[in-house]
């Protein structure tokens, strides 16, 4: 039953933005289930701050956000009335705490509580934009949009599950309910061994006499048997019965999909320890490149500054890669133990004596232990529709899809223009695809007779020569900015083999445009554009090294936004170019498609 604002005790406002919007709490549900009758919907990345403005007791809060790991995806703090609660500050370093969707939150004066649902929609793109955006990378790489590193509270719905994002979900939900899961099981074998299952034997000696065995006496076949006419009533520990045949075969079910986790951890820690292995490498290098700048009295002290930025990135970079190692070596840890106890448990003399089949229906027990068992299982996440409370899905940031939307974008504009895959975007990118998401240098090759295009996603292009061919990267640069969102580098055919010709750089901004290009002066984005013309290219061929000095062809700098007018501004640092999904008609071509293969003709054929 919803409530009405008169008859909620307090007096709660969400402020949006340092403008204040007010957005009143005006009904809340009495009930968990119906929180999402009562949505409030606030715009992403903007601040957010709690008022309460009139309240007779202090209330207690629980606010949905997101949880790392094993976190709650919880914030629960108390406020009284006349104070206000800080949720986002929207200060410089600080992290956004919530990923566009819904989100539950409670409050509780002590006596009653209350509850509701906020909603967090994309700040640059409507939803139809934003849904669009996400299908789009969706239908290139299964997987991509969610973030298996997160979660949050609310109601689950139907979600279209693919394999790893379906083996992250058991995982979280194995870790939070295995103790009870496992404490139910063995609740389940003391009540089976207190079940006794009646049966009856011919002995000579009448011995527990019941009904049945009268009747069994007195009958036709029980007079046939004279030596042994007494039908003596008997019972046994029976725990091979329907119920524990359920019991034992979801039970393998869990150890297949925990085996399919403990496989896909495998491969994850793998990739973490090789990629740890090969930043520590680079780290070495650069250190050792720092300490000789530092020592030879010739070289500037801009060229030691940027060099000791190199070496900070890459040695922070680095120390992320070995936590994310040792954090899925933990998990790994986790599973093989749980994966143990299970073994063990199919394998104790009790659940040997129960046979393995599929069972046709389900029939349990009347104690407690079935129903919990069976309540637990219906907790996992599942292909089916549901909507039920529990641990949800969470996107990526709006930001980083962006990001991948563009870069998927571009491989089909390629394909617009005849350009083919060598191979599917799935083996392609098959070795770059992490739980994170799409790792830097993640490369699509696409050909076109004599010529072809390597799309490079987020690279860090080398700061000299010689590191470029030590690396085998060929790209360098002496700028500050050196990683540029997509790089497109073509190639022509020449002799057998393939000879670089020249680049184009995209760079992506979840911004509007008045926060990328001033005129009088120049903001970030615009020193990043200006710095990308002065990437370069090495190669060894002959026996030489060959430079290509004005590699850079085109540096185009993509934004999104909510019209479907096209947008192009030219400047010397690059072309700004507003491109996204189109606003209204799903299925139409992007806001700056036409614009954006124009010039990728002007660099291919011109």
């Known amino acids: 039953m919803a409530m009405q604002n008169s008859a909620l005790p307090f007096e709660l406002n969400i402020l949006e933005g340092k403008g204040q919007r007010k957005i009143p709490i005006t009904t809340l549900s009495e009930t968990r289930w119906e929180d999402r009758q009562h949505t409030y919907e606030v715009e992403e990345l903007v601040m957010i701050t709690l008022q309460l403005t009139s309240s007779a007791q202090p209330l207690h809060i629980t606010w949905g956000m997101l949880g790392k790991g094993k976190e709650e995806g919880l914030r629960r703090f108390q406020m009284e009335q006349g104070e206000e609660e800080v949720l986002f500050g929207a200060t410089r370093n600080e992290r956004y705490p919530w990923r566009c969707g819904s989100y539950s939150f409670e409050i509780s004066d002590g006596e009653k509580r209350w509850y509701g649902t906020f909603r967090v929609r994309p700040k640059t793109l409507n939803l139809k934009q934003y849904e669009q955006m996400n299908q789009c990378i969706e239908s290139s ?70 009904a049945r065995s009268a009747r069994y006496t007195q009958s036709p076949k029980g007079k046939l048997a004279p030596q042994s006419r007494y039908y003596n009533r008997k019972f046994k520990i029976n725990p091979n019965d329907e119920a524990n045949r359920y019991v034992k075969y979801q039970l393998r079910q869990l150890f297949a999909q925990l085996q399919a986790v403990h496989d896909m951890l495998v491969v994850e ?11 520590e490498m680079k780290v070495s290098q650069l250190k050792e490149r720092k300490r000789r700048l530092t020592r030879n009295e010739r070289v500037s002290a801009k060229e030691i500054i940027r060099s000791d930025k190199t070496y900070e990135t890459n040695r922070i970079e680095q120390q992320q890669w070995e936590e994310e190692s040792e954090l899925f070596s933990r998990y790994l840890m986790d599973v093989t133990r749980s994966l143990h106890r299970l073994q063990q448990l199919l394998h104790s003399p009790f659940w040997r004596l129960v046979d393995e089949a599929i069972p046709r229906t389900i029939r349990l027990h009347r104690e407690a232990a079935y129903q919990q068992f069976h309540q637990l299982l219906m907790q996992r996440p599942s292909a089916t529709k549901q909507r039920r409370r529990g641990y949800q899905a969470v ?42 998401g799409l790792q830097e240098g993640a490369k699509v090759v696409l050909t076109k007779g004599d010529r072809r295009v390597v799309v490079t996603y987020d690279e860090m292009i080398a700061d000299d020569e010689k590191d470029a061919l030590r690396e085998s990267s060929h790209f360098f640069s002496g700028g ?45 984005p615009m020193r990043q554009m200006c710095e990308y013309w002065m990437i370069k290219h090495v190669r060894k061929a002959e026996g030489k090294t060959k430079f290509t000095h004005h590699a850079v062809r085109d540096v185009i700098c993509v934004y999104p936004g909510e019209t479907e007018e096209p947008y192009t501004l030219e400047t010397g640092d690059g072309t700004f170019l507003k491109y996204h999904p189109h606003p209204e008609q799903e299925g139409a071509l992007a806001v700056g498609t036409d614009e954006l293969i124009e010039r990728l003709e002007q660099w291919l054929y011109d």
């Open 480 to 524: 500050t900015h050196r990683k540029p969102d997509i790089r497109l580098d073509e190639e022509r055919m020449r002799e057998g083999e393939w000879t670089y010709r020249s680049s184009f750089i995209i760079e992506v901004k979840y911004r509007p445009l008045n926060n990328l290009y001033v005129e009088t002066g120049k903001t970030d």
């Open 141 to 210: 790489i299964e997987g991509l949009v969610t973030d298996a590193h997160f979660r949050k509270i609310g109601r689950r719905t139907a979600e279209k599950p693919n394999g790893e994002h379906t083996n992250w979900s058991f995982f979280q939900w194995f870790e939070q309910n295995q103790h009870a899961l496992f404490q139910v099981i063995y609740q389940i074998e003391r009540v089976s061994e207190q079940r006794l299952t009646r049966y009856y034997v011919l002995e000579q000696q009448p011995k527990k006499q019941d």
């Open 269 to 279: 820690v793998h990739r973490r320890e090789a990629q740890s292995e090969r930043i």
């Open 395 to 436: 996107v990526k940031p709006t930001a980083l899809l962006y990001e991948y939307y563009m870069y998927f974008h571009t491989i089909a504009l390629l394909q617009q223009l005849d350009f083919i895959l060598e191979q599917s975007l799935e083996e392609q990118l098959a070795q770059y695809v992490m739980a994170e």
